[in-house]
């Protein structure tokens, strides 16, 4: 079985300071790991993935994440927030060895950024 | 390139009726999967067709149904309509080979109320 948390369901930051969202993950093989934003009233936008190689991941709009094996976490930051990056953030996992062909979800973590 | 198209965006549906929802993956994507995704729930896998196969199905009651068509278009259909399948629909495509770690990308989705 795959599973996927997010511990905090909102984070706020100031505009500038570095934004930190949290997700950990649970899997019985290996995990392929995704980050995707959402926007009011639309669809998910693909941030970043973690497959294999590297534990620093950089994607979209600033953003990376680390891949923490023996954390089980896979961590969305960036180094300077801005109001625009105001959303509802999803991290998601698939299992290598499961048979299932989908992406498990958090509940989603909203994040805001005052000016 | 074109992102995943998702037909009607928006509708109205009375208890008891059906719904049929249009998806077009990325050219040259054969994966099709769909998503629910509701304020109580989140994100919920609905189901996952390869080459016009249904390869992978969530927890949902057979009134949720879909096919994929030889083009790689996908349709999926809500019978007999609750209240509670009001949501957002999301349709997703990929490369997709057997397990693999290929990005999903989403399109905007189709937001279904029930009345």
């Known amino acids: 079985a795959q599973s996927v948390a997010q511990p905090e369901d909102q984070v706020k930051v100031a505009e500038g300071n570095p934004l930190t969202v949290k997700c950990t993950y649970s899997?019985?093989?290996?995990?392929?790991l995704f980050w995707y934003v959402q926007y009011p009233n639309r669809g998910l936008q693909f941030l970043l993935k973690y497959i294999t190689g590297d534990n620093l991941v950089k994607g979209s709009y600033g953003f990376e994440a680390e891949f923490n094996k023996s954390q089980t976490s896979f961590h969305l930051k960036k180094p300077s927030a801005l109001v625009s990056d105001s959303a509802l953030y999803f991290c998601?996992?698939?299992?290598?060895?499961?048979?299932?062909?989908?992406?498990?979800f958090g509940a989603g973590t909203t994040v805001t950024v005052r000016a | 390139k074109a992102g995943v198209t998702q037909t009607p965006r928006y509708l109205i549906k009375t208890r008891g009726q059906q719904v049929t929802l249009s998806c077009s993956p990325i050219s040259g994507h054969r994966s099709v999967s769909w998503y629910q995704q509701t304020p109580g729930q989140g994100l919920q896998f609905l189901f996952e067709?390869?080459?016009?196969?249904?390869?992978n199905k969530g927890n949902f009651p057979g009134r949720f149904s879909g096919r994929q068509f030889s083009n790689s278009r996908s349709e999926m259909n809500v019978s007999t309509l609750e209240l509670g399948d009001s949501a957002l629909y999301l349709c997703?495509?990929?490369?997709?080979?057997?397990?693999?770690?290929?990005?999903?990308?989403f399109g905007e989705g189709s937001w279904l109320t029930v009345v």
């Open positions: 899997v019985s093989g290996n995990p392929y």
């Open positions: 997703a495509s990929s490369l997709a080979g057997r397990v693999s770690g290929n990005t999903i990308y």
């Open positions: 998601a996992v698939r299992d290598t060895s499961s048979n299932d062909y989908k992406l498990s």
């Open positions: 067709y390869f080459s016009e196969t249904q390869r």
